[in-house]
């Protein structure tokens, strides 16, 4: 999992801001990832895709938005509609042929 | 959808006990269930794994066991070590589509 990071550790946004988060991975994985986690709950699934231009929502996608112009990169984008951002965010990525996934050391956000 | 819970929601146990972590799935679609363990403010890490075609797993001091039937798997951790102190999550999935439980947090007192 050394081969995922993810910028910046830390994000302050203030209100009605959108801030884009950074996840990039070197593993050649064709999959990645976005999650969600807040305290005492699990990870939940914000978007993924599994091809370059391609992308699916997951469970929690309003709000936020994606591209996958490479494989190596997915940033996300927090938006302002986005009401509730401060979280963990987590991104991950699988190689295609498995099924296990590989997380980024994660980015905080918190909303002023 | 799929649907996972974990319980319990914390455990403290004594160094050198053990320590057991169940979770329940819905979709019998599932075949994958993953273990991940994380410590405060830092990423899950992958401790070990199963497949649907097998009963139980073990790597050294941790192991799980899958119930196909009832649709539940559990996490052993024996003799258990202060550093085993973290977050631990299941997860069940098929194909992208990945669940996880809320977490049980282990306390692992010297």
């Known amino acids: 999992d050394g081969g995922i990071t993810q910028s910046p550790k830390y994000l302050f946004r203030k209100e009605g801001q959108n801030v884009t988060l950074s996840c990039e991975q070197n593993?050649?994985?064709?999959?990645m990832y976005w999650y969600r986690q807040d305290p005492g709950q699990g990870l939940r699934l914000i978007y993924y895709?599994?091809?370059?231009?391609?992308?699916q929502k997951g469970d929690i996608a309003e709000g936020y938005s994606v591209s996958r112009e490479k494989k190596e990169s997915f940033p996300l984008t927090v938006t302002s509609a986005q009401k509730n951002p401060t979280a963990f965010y987590l991104c991950a990525s699988n190689a295609g042929y498995t099924d296990t996934q590989y997380f980024g050391p994660g980015t905080r956000l918190t909303v002023l | 959808g799929e649907n996972v819970e974990q319980h319990p929601s914390t455990l403290s146990v004594q160094e050198g006990d053990s320590a057991v972590i169940k979770c329940t799935y819905s979709?019998?679609?599932?075949?994958?269930f993953p273990w991940y363990k994380q410590e405060l403010g830092k990423r899950p890490q992958l401790i070990i794994d199963?497949?649907?075609?097998?009963g139980e797993k073990k790597d050294q001091r941790i192991a799980v066991t899958l119930n196909k039937t009832a649709k539940h798997f559990s996490l052993h951790i024996t003799e258990t070590q202060p550093e085993d102190s973290a977050v631990y999550f299941c997860?069940?999935?098929?194909?992208?589509?990945?669940?996880f439980g809320a977490g049980t947090r282990l306390t692992v007192k010297p």
């Open positions: 979709d019998s679609a599932s075949n994958y």
């Open positions: 997860a069940a999935s098929w194909g992208h589509d990945m669940r």
């Open positions: 199963i497949r649907s075609n097998v």
């Open positions: 593993l050649n994985h064709d999959a």
């Open positions: 895709s599994q091809i370059v231009n391609d992308f």
